[in-house]
Each structure stands twice: as structure tokens, then as C-alpha cells.
């Protein structure tokens, strides 16, 4: 599953960030890495984009970025 997939107050744990380049890179940099849990905390009214609880923050994320994180559902 992938994290667009996700639903509202739902915890995943993160399995593969996907993507090439850049991308990948700023995924990972914001701190979207393997064995990270996270929660989809709201989705905005037009459904993109979707805010994420993680490592104590928040983060707004396209849907389109998210379709290359892969997450594994049931996280703690």
C-alpha cells in the first residue's frame, strides 16, 4: 500500500521510499524514511494535499509525492 492510500487517523509504518533524484532525496531529507512511523492527520477539503504526524511534527505532502512511499498499516 502507499502512503496516498492511507486513510485520516489511520498509523503506518513507512517500508521503501520510491522515486528517483531529487525527489527521493527531499522525501528523505524530510524525514519520510524506512521504518518510520506516521499518521494521516486531515486531508484538505479538495483532497490534495494531506497532512502527516511524524518524528513530532507535521507535514503537508502532495498525493502525487506520496504515491512513492510505500507503508506497511498497523504501526504503533
Known sequence: MTLDQL???KAAKI???????A????LLDMGLT????????????MGD????H???YELTLRLEDARSIEV????E
Open 54 to 56: 511524524l518524528r513530532g
Open 23 to 26: 525527489l527521493r532525496r527531499h
Open 15 to 21: 517500508t521503501a521510499v520510491n522515486g528517483e533524484g
Open 34 to 45: 524506512p521504518r518510520t512511523t506516521v499518521m494521516v492527520r486531515k486531508v484538505a477539503p
Open 72 to 75: 506497511e498499516e498497523g504501526a
Open 7 to 9: 486513510a485520516v487517523g
Open 49 to 52: 494535499p494531506i497532512e502527516l
